[in-house]
């Protein structure tokens, strides 16, 4: 079955520190950009960082710029999203995806059902 799942959410206080992972099932992560995205309550869903295929990474919003780190390790066909010094904006479910490419890509393949992150004291 081809799927992502992504896991490692959590309530955390502000400042504190998570690793959510998008571990990739019946396919291979290598090669190909993946996507983090979020969405809180009442809001979109907005793309918080990529890697590409060649291992470049990009930050989406200036707000997780210098705080959040993308990696991928090929050998768990997993990518990661670390996330330090977190603020209660930070607050939504975090879903990974397959995209065409980062910057203007689009996503394809299924949304997996996401995991909750939750900073508040």
């Known amino acids: 079955q081809v799927q992502l799942v992504e896991s490692g959410g959590g309530l955390v206080q502000p400042g504190g520190s998570l690793r959510l992972s998008c571990a990739a099932s019946?396919?291979?992560?290598?090669?190909?950009?993946i996507g983090w995205f979020r969405q809180a309550p009442g809001k979109e869903r907005e793309q918080v960082a990529c890697?590409?295929?060649?291992?470049?990474?990009?930050y989406s919003l200036e707000s997780v710029k210098g705080r959040f780190t993308i990696s991928r390790d090929n050998v768990k066909n997993t990518v990661f999203l670390r996330m330090n010094n977190l603020k209660p904006e930070d607050t939504a479910v975090y879903y990974c995806?397959?995209?065409?490419?980062?910057?203007?890509?689009?996503?394809?393949?299924?949304w997996g059902q996401g995991t909750q992150v939750t900073v508040s004291s």
């Open positions: 995806a397959t995209k065409s490419r980062c910057g203007d890509g689009f996503v394809y393949g299924s």
């Open positions: 019946g396919f291979s992560l290598d090669g190909r950009a």
């Open positions: 890697i590409s295929s060649s291992d470049s990474k990009t």
